[in-house]
């Protein structure tokens, strides 16, 4: 674990505190998805320091969103004491650029546009390493993983496997990352959300009753619950009594019933709020990194929601299905 002290996040966590204003509040969401319009909604992202989007396009909504969420990550580390707990964050756009390399080719379709630059390595040098086969300036837990999606795909046809693979090798190295940090803060957050994964593929496993091979394939190791335990229950008991812990209590309530028939709406919901109530022990905390890590998960939150609100508003969903799809903010 990293010797870094918490007094060594002193002048971050202050520049946080203050930025926290910025945030895209709970009110300010309401106030989104309230607004009579696309336009309307985009106008109230300007007092969180987003550009005016009104009468934006979709290219121009994701290069704004990529552009915001790039920004933040240059910031939080040219500051941050370790910059490992920056880079952790960047994970997850690496794997997502596997994702779109991995189907693009699979379906003999051109992804670049999918391609997001806010990763470790940027998206022209992975797809040159994709393409050319030349894996030598890539992350070798990435380029294996690669490898090993594209065998899957050209095995079995089936992309849903091929990011099963991704996913396990992204949670595998973000566990490895997080756990060099100086805070289990983050590291118990990365559990957390392997946990939050993992029931939602035991519900819809259930529900949809597929067998036991499906769940195995779709389980992630690193939780607080092991796959083997969720594979003996899930189609036994259920998922009631899985996870017992305070943070999962209303996951798993509302996942029984969806297997039992009620709408996942509720149930998705609830797994996404479960991750931003761990978040919120960091409102605790004066100084650290926990206050960094925070910071980070809740702008990404952020994006993600008014992302959400705004394509839902130019598809012409109602407010009352804009809240069905919304998660609890971090404030």
Not at 73 to 87: A, C, G, H, Q, R
Not at 265 to 289: H, I, Q, S, W
């Amino acid at each position: 674990m990293s010797t870094v002290k918490n007094t060594d996040y002193l002048f971050l966590s202050a520049y946080i505190r203050a930025r926290e204003a910025k945030l895209l509040t709970a009110h300010r969401l309401e106030q989104m998805v309230d607004a009579p319009n696309f336009d309307e909604a985009a106008r109230i992202l300007t007092d969180c320091g987003y550009p005016d989007l009104t009468g934006a396009g979709d290219a121009q909504l994701e290069a704004a969103f990529a552009a915001r969420r790039e920004a933040f990550l240059n910031e939080m580390e040219s500051f941050s004491p370790e910059k490992d707990l920056v880079l952790a964050f960047r994970l997850k756009f690496d794997y997502h650029n596997a994702k779109v390399l991995v189907k693009s080719e699979g379906a003999a379709a051109d992804g670049e546009r999918l391609l997001s630059p806010c990763g470790r390595v940027a998206p022209q040098v992975l797809t040159e390493a994709f393409y050319g086969d030349a894996w030598q300036k890539i992350p070798s837990p990435l380029a294996a993983a690669i490898r090993q999606a594209k065998s899957t795909l050209a095995r079995t046809g089936d992309p849903q496997l091929a990011d099963m693979g991704l996913d396990r090798a992204y949670f595998g190295e973000l566990l490895t990352l997080t756990e060099g940090l100086s805070t289990g803060f983050y590291t118990g957050y990365v559990r957390l959300s392997i946990d939050v994964a993992n029931l939602r593929s035991a519900v819809r496993c259930v529900r949809g009753h597929l067998n036991d091979s499906v769940l195995k394939a779709a389980l992630i190791e690193g939780g607080n619950v092991s796959p083997a335990r969720i594979l003996r229950h899930a189609h036994g008991d259920g998922v009631t009594g899985l996870f017992t812990d305070r943070a999962m209590s209303v996951c798993v309530e509302l996942g029984q019933k969806s297997i039992e028939g009620a709408p996942l709406a509720a149930f998705e919901r609830a797994c996404d709020n479960a991750l931003t109530d761990y978040l919120t022990g960091a409102k605790m905390v004066a100084y650290g990194p926990e206050v960094a890590v925070a910071y980070l998960a809740s702008l990404e939150g952020e994006i993600v929601a008014a992302r959400m609100v705004l394509l839902g508003k130019r598809s012409g969903l109602s407010p009352e299905a804009l809240r069905e799809r919304l998660r609890e903010s971090y404030e």
